[in-house]
């Protein structure tokens, strides 16, 4: 039987909120890069080092096309104090840290297979986020429809659009991903130590002092206690979604039960999330997100 880690992801999500709710370029002989809109169509799961697709063949230009696609639309974002700034600012510099990762000697054992999954996790992202934006709220997954929707009417604090994101992606797209892409090598080996790898890069990244300068000067200035501890749990447990998916994978009824319950619990994390960090006339953190929006409106484009 595969260990539930539920109740531990709960458990530091709850601390979690507790504590946070209160408080490179390429060489010269790199070829020209590739727009992200370019590689979409022929970018799919199956990772092949050979392919001419970058991302499908793990080339580390495709994480720069991510990363410029993400620049691109955080930007916008920014502009105009879009409350889903935060995490797209949350995403992108946790991106830019992994790029450092991915091209430092030895950090990881597969890092053409690791591009290839960041690009296919950054896909998931930016499927939810424009099938939000372009109306088809079907077609929006129930987690990202909570965080997207309270990110639109300006319903949450700063620090909740950022822990509805990270919510979202990792609670319900890193099972599927994980899964689509494969827990195993050719050979058979598993892929479980690049993926916790990803943990020690993930105790670089900051931007919290980023997103006090910019956003709203309400928000901690480091990361908070607790923000790590939250993240690799959420993680761990995608891990063992993804296999509960390769192990009903040819049971059609099994495999729909074990989806609908990574939905489920996405869905339901998002709603607590949401209720602890709302605005309104009875609520802790204010009645609404107007000191915030000032804020940005004079701030958002501050580079110290």
């Given at each position: 039987m595969l260990f539930d880690v539920r109740g531990i992801v709960t458990t530091f999500t709850t601390v979690f909120l507790?504590?946070?709710?209160?408080?490179?370029?390429?060489?010269?002989?790199?070829?020209?890069?590739?727009?992200?809109?370019?590689?979409?169509?022929?970018?799919?799961?199956?990772?092949?080092?050979?392919?001419a697709n970058d991302c499908k063949s793990g080339?580390?230009?495709?994480?720069?096309?991510?990363?410029?696609?993400?620049?691109?639309?955080?930007?916008?974002?920014a502009a105009a104090c879009d409350h889903d700034a935060m995490f797209a600012l949350t995403y992108l510099r946790t991106t830019e840290e992994y790029r450092r990762a991915a091209v430092e000697p030895g950090f990881f054992a597969d890092p053409g297979f690791v591009n290839h999954e960041d690009a296919v996790f950054a896909r998931y992202y930016f499927q939810?986020?424009?099938?939000?934006?372009?109306?088809?709220?079907?077609?929006?997954?129930?987690?990202?429809?909570?965080?997207?929707?309270?990110?639109?009417?300006?319903q949450v604090t700063a620090n909740t659009n950022i822990l509805l994101g990270l919510s979202a992606h990792i609670n319900r797209d890193l099972p599927y991903v994980l899964w689509e892409i494969g827990l195993v090598g050719p050979d058979g080996t598993s892929r479980k130590a690049d993926h916790d790898k990803v943990n020690e890069f993930l105790n670089r990244v900051s931007f919290y002092p980023e997103a006090n300068r910019r956003f709203d000067s309400s928000l901690p200035t480091t990361e908070p206690p607790g923000y790590m501890a939250a993240i690799q749990a959420m993680r761990e447990q995608a891990w063992r979604n993804a296999e509960r998916l390769r192990l009903a994978e040819h049971d059609p009824v099994q495999l729909e039960l074990v989806k609908q319950s990574i939905e489920n619990f996405a869905y339901t994390e998002a709603l607590s999330i949401k209720s602890s960090g709302s605005y309104g006339p009875l609520s802790p953190n204010g009645s609404s997100s107007a000191a915030r929006d000032a804020y940005c409106s004079v701030n958002w484009n501050r580079t110290a």
């Open positions: 507790a504590l946070v709710l209160t408080a490179g370029s390429a060489s010269a002989s790199d070829p020209l890069f590739t727009e992200w809109t370019e590689l979409l169509p022929g970018l799919t799961s199956g990772y092949d080092p050979t392919d080339k580390i230009q495709c994480v720069d096309s991510v990363i410029r696609e993400m620049t691109k639309r955080f930007d916008r974002q939810a986020y424009d099938a939000w934006h372009r109306g088809d709220v079907a077609g929006t997954p129930a987690a990202w429809r909570v965080a997207l929707e309270a990110a639109d009417k300006r």
